[in-house]
């Protein structure tokens, strides 16, 4: 059975930073893509960032990129999002996906087939 399990999420001022997990279990994550989603109240979710091992591929949606880092620890099935230089647009609650097909765009939902349960992120002004 795949579980995947965020932790880190938390209250920060604008301009701090957070490093969000996601421990897996059940899901071989070397050669599959894995990402980060969030979703604010009203709105759709939408990828933060994604990543395939296998090429050592990432992929960052153009609100985040150079702010927030994935990166994953295969040897002990986590994944990670480093977040810097947070701003109150990205509070939101955050997943972990994971995905089993290796034919999708990295940052819909769409193919991803595993989900966490999800972590609060919430950034103050």
């Known amino acids: 059975q795949v579980q995947l399990v965020e932790s880190g999420g938390g209250s920060v001022q604008a301009g701090g930073f957070l490093r969000l997990s996601c421990a897996a279990s059940?899901?071989?994550?070397?050669?599959?893509?894995m990402a980060w989603f969030r979703q604010a109240p009203g709105r759709e979710r939408e990828g933060v960032a994604a990543?395939?091992?296998?090429?050592?591929?990432?992929y960052y949606a153009a609100s985040v990129k150079g702010r927030f880092t994935i990166s994953q620890d295969i040897a002990q099935s986590t994944l990670y999002l480093q977040m810097s230089s947070l701003k109150p647009e990205d509070t939101a609650t955050y997943y972990c996906?994971?995905?089993?097909?290796?034919?999708?765009?990295?940052?819909?939902?769409?193919?991803?087939?595993?989900w966490g349960q999800g972590t609060q992120v919430t950034v103050s002004s």
């Open positions: 996906a994971g995905a089993t097909g290796h034919q999708i765009n990295p940052l819909s939902p769409i193919g991803y087939n595993y």
């Open positions: 059940g899901y071989g994550s070397s050669r599959k893509y």
């Open positions: 990543i395939y091992p296998g090429g050592g591929s990432t």
